[in-house]
């Protein structure tokens, strides 16, 4: 058995999770980024880390400058008024720049051939939803989008490729995301897209944050090109 | 900068040497790991012997095999494992400030007792700081001397930074601050919240159990083998990850999660290992035995301020 949610849990020496919901839902996150921004506010200098994901947030803090039981009464004032941050939808939705083609997406068949329809009708639902940032995880910039039209999810690969290229965009179940590195990765690439998702010279670093909301706009290889993609095939970066 | 001077040349890199600094805090939330000292307490006395505040860049060397060249009159001291250092051929001591002059030359062999040494220098290694630290993570492309990430190789150049009062050599950490890292370390934990999904007789094995470390070890985690742990959840829906969470994925083997681990995850925890257990568990080598140990928050928390109060 388990207490109502909102939940404080230990989470160590110098943290605490906050476990605000039991499932994935997009409306959880307006609350998570105002959970978020008064956690910032509320701790202040003893504040070392906020990490949203879900249904969670978790705190770390310094506990030489603020002692764990003062830290979680302060959680819980926070949570006793705590309202859903209204500017989280105010915000237009950041765009993603995404060619769609086998070279650079080779799962788009596989996606095609599982949901019986064409390369353009996978293409078409996965840029016709608006998703929204769950978490960011896996590696810098990395965001975890939902939730993908269920005629194109997909499971995970059997054997994960060991160079996934920078800018893939990918699937998998009802998830999608864009590499901001080269790493290895076992996502259905469907595409790649030139936004620089990571950059350590720009404010803030991450293209995306936790709540934002997405869209994958189609562009042709000539327009992503421009737009200073690589048009190197997912095949020859192996 | 003219403030600082090239202290140490990389000759021959060994494995795995990095620079590390208190780790890359504030933006966990961007999906960027900690980074930092895996051994956090031999760190802190590296820094302290030479005279540096605490946070100063010093060099994690793992397993050895690290030669490097003196080319300044300089303080260093080697704190952790001992990895058969010497210098000049001569072994040097550890938890202890020691002179070095140019042209001595300073090599790491293999691990004699544990697996991590940490070597600071009077000033702290210079090295830019990126998303503000110079933690090095090989995996993120982040920190260390080139600010990308790199691991140290031969013909590196180590500057240190200038250090306004650098202290005489022979200051040493007392004798029961050096850990003898060949005994089996009981490794504090803090119960988490999914403690009560684990069956009880799986919970009596999690701490009675001689725990072996398994050769799948690094700074991200190290499993540890042993009875299958069995939990009534299976997945969960991926969390934040605090440093030393201890999870258990199907296989019911589980895992700590150390400095570069990845910032969420989705498999039921026993707890979270105490920073100082943390540090401990990372001077195992596979195959040593290590046990699990309930702790208190209230004594947890304690020893760590006691810890802490020790540096500045």
Not at chain 1, 64 to 91: H, K, Y
Not at chain 1, 213 to 221: E, I
Not at chain 2, 86 to 100: Q, T
Request: with cysteine; net charge negative; aromatic share 6%.
């Amino acid at each position: 058995m388990t207490a109502a949610l909102p939940r404080i849990e230990s989470a160590g020496l110098d943290g605490w999770m906050i476990r605000l919901f039991d499932a994935i839902d997009e409306a959880n996150m307006p609350w998570l980024t105002a959970l978020v921004r008064r956690c910032e506010a509320s701790f202040g200098d003893a504040l070392v880390d906020l990490v949203p994901s879900y249904t969670t947030l978790l705190v770390v803090f310094d506990p030489l400058a603020m002692a764990p039981e003062e830290a979680r009464r302060r959680l819980v004032e926070l949570l006793a008024d705590l309202q859903p941050d209204a500017t989280c939808d105010e915000a237009a939705p950041r765009e993603l720049p995404t060619w769609y083609d086998p070279s650079v997406g080779p799962e788009l068949e596989r996606l095609a051939e599982r949901g019986d329809m064409s390369v353009e009708q996978v293409i078409e639902r996965h840029s016709q939803v608006e998703y929204r940032v769950f978490a960011l995880g896996f590696a810098p910039g990395f965001a975890f989008m939902g939730r993908v039209d269920e005629r194109i999810a997909c499971p995970r690969l059997e054997t994960p490729r060991r160079r996934v290229p920078k800018g893939s965009v990918a699937i998998v179940e009802r998830q999608t995301s864009a590499y901001p590195l080269e790493s290895p990765g076992g996502w259905n690439l469907i595409g790649r897209t030139p936004a620089v998702l990571f950059d350590r010279h720009r404010e803030g670093f991450s293209l995306l944050a936790v709540g934002d909301r997405v869209r994958f706009v189609p562009v042709s290889r000539a327009e992503f090109e421009r737009l200073g993609g690589d048009v190197r095939s997912v095949e020859a970066s192996q | 900068m003219s403030d600082r001077k090239t202290c140490l040349e990389v000759r021959r890199a060994g494995p795995l040497a990095l620079l590390q600094d208190a780790g890359r805090f504030g933006v966990r939330r961007l999906g960027v790991t900690q980074g930092g000292p895996a051994d956090l307490h031999a760190w802190a006395w590296a820094n302290h012997l030479v005279g540096n505040a605490w946070g100063t860049t010093a060099l994690e060397v793992t397993m050895g095999g690290l030669e490097l060249e003196c080319t300044a009159d300089t303080i260093i001291a080697v704190c952790g494992a001992d990895l058969g250092v010497a210098l000049d051929g001569n072994p040097l001591p550890l938890w202890e400030s020691v002179r070095i002059r140019p042209g001595q030359q300073l090599a790491f062999a293999q691990p004699v007792n544990g697996l991590r040494a940490y070597l600071a220098i009077a000033g702290g290694f210079a090295a830019e700081p990126v998303l503000g630290s110079t933690a090095c993570v090989p995996r993120e492309g982040l920190g260390g001397l080139d600010g990308f990430g790199h691991k140290l190789e031969a013909g590196d150049r180590l500057e240190a930074e200038a250090s306004s009062a650098v202290p005489d050599a022979g200051a040493r950490a007392p004798l029961d601050e050096r850990p003898d890292y060949a005994e089996p370390p009981r490794l504090a934990l803090l119960p988490g919240a999914q403690i009560a999904e684990f069956d009880g007789r799986s919970l009596y094995r999690a701490f009675n159990t001689a725990w072996r470390v398994d050769d799948r070890a690094d700074r991200m985690g190290v499993r540890l083998r042993g009875p299958e742990l069995r939990c009534r959840l299976g997945g969960m829906v991926s969390e934040g990850i605090g440093l030393g969470a201890v999870q258990v994925p199907p296989d019911g083997q589980p895992i700590a999660l150390l400095n570069d681990r990845q910032t969420i995850g989705g498999y039921p925890r026993l707890g979270a290992l105490t920073p100082l257990a943390c540090a401990r568990l990372a001077q195992c080598l596979p195959g040593q035995e290590v046990y699990l140990m309930v702790t208190a928050p209230e004594r947890a928390h304690r020893q760590y301020r006691r810890f802490r109060a020790g540096f500045r």
